[in-house]
């Protein structure tokens, strides 16, 4: 393994510690670019203030969400992940025009991920979070 490899992969591992802790200063600086396409949902939050929204629309609903890394693997500019994204809905969740209050109920779902980098840098430019957003719904709604 290479440093530059090694590096990038202690890099999604501190991307996905911070976001646990909330340091969302933190998990910006481990980007050159902030930038998250979600395939789940088809948005795309493109630039520090459209990360950081991300960061406070997500987080209302889940407070406590958090990630247990299952596997990672790099290939070139690109690091892939799979992990548990766990929460419990303790906010409301704006959904489709609407306010879900807040039901207790926990979710842990499998989610695979991959990060972009920059060539020949440690710094992400792109997550891409893979998963069924329904799986979400389904699980405490």
Known sequence: MTDLTAARL???????????????DGVIATFQHPRYEMHGGGQVFDGEAAVRG??????TPFPDQGNEIIALAADGDTVLVEFWLTGTHLGPL???GRTIPPTGKSFRIRIAASFEFAPNSDKIVCERPYFDQGAVLRRWS
Do not use: I, N
Not at 10 to 24: F, P, S
Not at 54 to 59: G, K, L
């Open 54 to 59: 991300y960061f406070a629309a997500s987080r």
């Open 94 to 96: 704006a959904l489709g």
């Open 10 to 24: 202690q890099t999604v591992r501190d991307h996905m510690a911070l976001e646990v802790t909330h340091d969302w």
